[in-house]
């Protein structure tokens, strides 16, 4: 199995430590040099601190924008109390961008950080995703 480490790039990694910290419940793990490591969640949180406007690698055509953009990968935190952890978050600088939705596995609240990074907050109800699971998973290997 691989091991996941997240790493979420950031302009400023005080007030990136004081949001995730205070929205979410995670705690500063190790410091390495200018980045820091959260922990807390199921696996590693990294906050990388990166200039707004700096290209992501060589030859990127744009560079890095903190204001709310949209990418196909985004975090989902799983909660037990739904509306104490939207509290949370929208104190820490959240910002909600559609009503609470219901689904069969839950309630789901769509947020954007204040470094423009889309996630979730998601209150499993009942069996969780189980309740929504059509096929059986397939074996591995």
Not at 35 to 57: D, H, M, N, R, T
Not at 84 to 112: D, Q, T
């Amino acid at each position: 199995m691989a091991e996941i480490l997240i790493n979420i790039d950031v302009d400023d990694l005080e007030r990136a430590v004081a949001f995730y910290t205070s929205a979410l419940g995670l705690r500063v793990g190790r410091h390495f040099g200018d980045w820091v490591e959260l922990v807390g969640a199921q696996a590693p949180i990294y906050l990388l601190p990166k200039a707004a406007g700096s290209a992501p690698f060589a030859g990127a055509r744009l560079g890095r924008d903190y204001s709310r953009h949209w990418t196909p990968l985004h975090l989902d935190f799983v909660v037990s109390d739904l509306n104490a952890a939207m509290a949370r978050a929208e104190a820490a600088g959240a910002r909600l961008e559609a009503p609470v939705s219901e689904h069969r596995y839950g309630l789901l609240a769509l947020y954007s950080d204040p470094f423009g990074h889309g996630f979730c907050l998601l209150e499993f109800r009942g069996r969780g995703y189980d309740e929504i699971v059509v096929s059986p998973q397939p074996s591995s290997g």
